[in-house]
């Protein structure tokens, strides 16, 4: 009989999420029945979209939506060898019974010189978002200015790098002065902390006098209205993110985008990575491959223990993460 541990969401979050929104539960989980495996996780992600989608798609006592790249201890299904690696969506657990439906394997070939909890980041979802983001929304070309918040963070980083791949000009910004060196790191023409800038209107004008074409929008709020004027005539708007809006308890108003919508015939769009799912292995083959060779750098905030799972979702709204928040059960 095995134990599984779960993080439970025990009070819907108001506001910033509190550690004492979340019940460490145990649960015995039964034998296993022909057609089944038990996975331990190893490595969990902790991302922005739960924040909302918790508010939206969950009620208390709930467990914690989430994905994770787990282990096969035991297998009785022929399609799934006990040693194996894969990535779930099986929320906040450390043991789980599966039919094996929607579990993605890690190819056998996965290197040896590469995390597995890659394939929750830059190999991963995240890394997805950028790729599918960038090439398919903003349809970015070379030569082309391209301009990212929270690019420091696991999307972003990605975003900044592949537009360097591209052949663009990269503008990024993040909330610290090391997560800006960072940036400077991988390659980014210009970064800026926009906590410390005295004027966001005028950190933007300074690093792109001619505008931007491309805006990869992984923040939302008082950001994006000041970023849209500084739009090039015809240029396009990814809105990827709102992380400045989840815990609002109130809707922010701003600025209506109308205006510079129409006289610069922008083009503005919303997606969601899992509208790509048909072509999640393009992406990720070609993810896996600039990292091996050294074309996209990636950096992971590691928090160890199963048991501090909260605490590395808010530290990660906090902007506490460089790169993609990790937790090593
Ligand atoms: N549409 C889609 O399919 C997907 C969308 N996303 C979205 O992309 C964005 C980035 O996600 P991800 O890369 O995983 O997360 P990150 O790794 O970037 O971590 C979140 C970061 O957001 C920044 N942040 C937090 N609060 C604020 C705020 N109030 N204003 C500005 N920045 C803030 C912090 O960085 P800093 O120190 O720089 O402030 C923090 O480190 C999120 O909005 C997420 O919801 C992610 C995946 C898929
Ligand atoms: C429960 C696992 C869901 C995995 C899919 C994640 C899709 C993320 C979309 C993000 C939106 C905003 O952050």
Same mark, same amino acid.
């Given at each position: 009989m095995v134990t599984a541990k779960v993080?439970?969401?025990?009070?819907?979050?108001e506001g910033f999420p509190k550690p004492s929104d979340f019940d460490l539960k145990k649960i015995e989980l039964?034998?296993?029945?022909?057609?089944?495996?038990?996975?331990?996780?190893?490595?969990?992600?902790?991302?922005?979209?739960?924040?909302?989608?918790?508010?939206?798609?969950?009620k208390e006592g709930d467990i914690m939506i989430g994905t994770q790249v787990a282990r096969i201890v035991e297998s009785k299904n022929p399609a799934f060898a006990v040693g194996a690696f894969v990535v779930a969506n099986s929320g906040w657990r450390s043991h789980f019974i599966s039919d094996g439906k929607g579990l993605h394997l890690l190819p056998s070939s996965w290197p040896e010189s590469l995390p597995k909890s890659l394939a929750l980041g830059t190999v991963g979802?995240?890394?997805?978002?950028?790729?599918f983001g960038l090439f398919e929304v903003c349809k970015m070309k070379p030569g082309e200015?391209?301009? #990212?918040?929270? &690019?420091?963070g696991a999307?972003?980083?990605? /975003?900044? $790098?592949?537009?360097?791949?591209?052949g663009c000009k990269v503008v990024g910004?993040?909330?610290?002065?090391d997560k800006v060196a960072y940036l400077k790191k991988l390659g980014f023409d210009e970064a800026f902390n926009y906590k410390t800038v005295t004027s966001l209107d005028e950190a933007l004008s300074k690093a792109s006098p001619d505008g931007y074409d491309?805006?990869?929008?992984?923040?939302?709020?008082e950001f994006s209205s000041v970023a849209i004027n500084h739009m090039k005539k015809h240029g396009r708007?990814? #809105?990827?993110? &709102?992380?400045?809006?989840?815990?609002?308890? /109130?809707? $922010?108003?701003g600025p209506y985008v109308q205006i510079p919508m129409i006289f610069k015939e922008l083009r503005m769009e919303g997606f969601i990575v899992t509208r790509w799912n048909n072509r999640r292995e393009e992406g990720q083959k070609a993810l896996l491959k600039w990292v091996l060779e050294g074309k996209v750098k990636f950096h992971e905030q590691v928090t160890e223990g199963f048991e501090n799972m909260p605490a590395a979702f808010i530290g990660m709204l906090r902007g506490e993460n460089l790169g993609k928040a990790i937790v090593k059960v």
């Open positions: 993080w439970v969401l025990k009070k819907h979050f039964p034998s296993l029945q022909n057609g089944e495996l038990l996975l331990e996780s190893v490595f969990l992600s902790v991302d922005p979209y739960m924040r909302p989608y918790s508010q939206r798609d969950m979802m995240p890394g997805l978002t950028a790729y200015t391209v301009l #990212v918040n929270a &690019a420091a999307v972003g980083s990605v /975003v900044g $790098q592949l537009a360097k791949i591209g910004c993040a909330g610290s002065d491309c805006f990869f929008d992984n923040v939302g709020g708007i990814a #809105v990827c993110g &709102a992380i400045s809006q989840y815990n609002d308890s /109130v809707p $922010q108003k």
